[in-house]
C-alpha cells in the first residue's frame, strides 16, 4: 500500500527566500506525482505534474524533481513571496489506482 | 472548461437527515474521484470511477455512504442517515486516464452535521 509522507510539516520563511518542500513515497512503482497547492477553505489547484519517465517540472519560480528510486520528489520555490502562502500537497499515482496524498505542508511568507 | 464542478459548495444539516452532494467533472475525462478532507485525517478517498464504473470503493465508510456515476458527465455522493462524524470537506476530482493522468479538483462541499 502506497504510503505518502511530507517534510516540514509546516515552515515559515521571510520573503525572498528559496525553499525546499519534501515529499517522500513507500512504492517507487508509479506512474505520475503531482504537486498542489490549497488555501485555506479552498480546493486544490495542480501546481506541477511529474511523469514517471521524467527527472523534473518547471512552471515558473517552481520547480520539482523526482527521483523513483528514492521514493522522493522535492518543490523548490525560488525567491518566495507573501502570495505563496498556502498548504502544498503531493500526491502519487500508482498504475491503476487511485492518487495518494501525502498530509501537507503548511507555508507562511513573511514580509 | 469551467473546471469540475461541486455543488452544493456548503450544506448543514440535522443528524439523521439524507445529504446528496454532486459533482460535475471536466467535459472528457473518464475518471472521477471522490475525496473527503478532514484536519485529523487529511485527504482521504472514498471511491473512484473510471468510465463511470466504480473501481475502488474501499474507503467508503460505512453503509451510510453511497456513490453514483448514471453518465459521464454526472456523479452523487449520499450519505444516509448523516452523522456529526460526517461533518469534513468533500472534493471530487477528475482525470483522464490514458493521457497524462493530471488531476483536477472542484471547490469542495463543506458539510456539516448538527
Known amino acids: 500500500k502506497q504510503e505518502v509522507t511530507q517534510i516540514p510539516a509546516a515552515l515559515s520563511v521571510p520573503e525572498g527566500e528559496n525553499l525546499v518542500l519534501n515529499c517522500s513515497f513507500t512504492?517507487?512503482?508509479?506512474?505520475?506525482l503531482q504537486w498542489f497547492r490549497q488555501d485555506p477553505g479552498k480546493g486544490l489547484t495542480s501546481l506541477l505534474l511529474i511523469q514517471s519517465s521524467q527527472r523534473e517540472q518547471t512552471s515558473g519560480r517552481l520547480n520539482a524533481s523526482l527521483d523513483k528510486s528514492s521514493g522522493r520528489s522535492t518543490l523548490y520555490i525560488a525567491a518566495s513571496q507573501p502570495g505563496d502562502s498556502a498548504t502544498y500537497l503531493c500526491a502519487v499515482k500508482n498504475y491503476g489506482q487511485n492518487f495518494v496524498f501525502g498530509p501537507g505542508t503548511r507555508l507562511s511568507v513573511l514580509p | 472548461d469551467a473546471g469540475v464542478i461541486q455543488s452544493p459548495r456548503h450544506e448543514v444539516t440535522e443528524m439523521g437527515q439524507e445529504v446528496t452532494l454532486r459533482c460535475k467533472p471536466i467535459s472528457g475525462h473518464n475518471s472521477l474521484f471522490w475525496y473527503r478532507q478532514t484536519m485529523m485525517r487529511g485527504l482521504e478517498l472514498l471511491i473512484y470511477?473510471?468510465?463511470?464504473?466504480?473501481?475502488?470503493d474501499s474507503g467508503m465508510p460505512e453503509d451510510r455512504f453511497s456513490a453514483k456515476m448514471p453518465n459521464a458527465s454526472f456523479s452523487t455522493l449520499k450519505i444516509q442517515p448523516s452523522e456529526p462524524r460526517d461533518s469534513a470537506v468533500y472534493f471530487c476530482?477528475?482525470?483522464?486516464?490514458?493521457?497524462?493522468?493530471?488531476?483536477?479538483f472542484g471547490q469542495g462541499t463543506r458539510l456539516t452535521v448538527v
Open positions: 476530482a477528475s482525470s483522464y486516464q490514458g493521457g497524462n493522468v493530471e488531476a483536477f
Open positions: 470511477f473510471n468510465n463511470n464504473v466504480p473501481i475502488d
Open positions: 512504492d517507487s512503482a508509479i506512474y505520475n
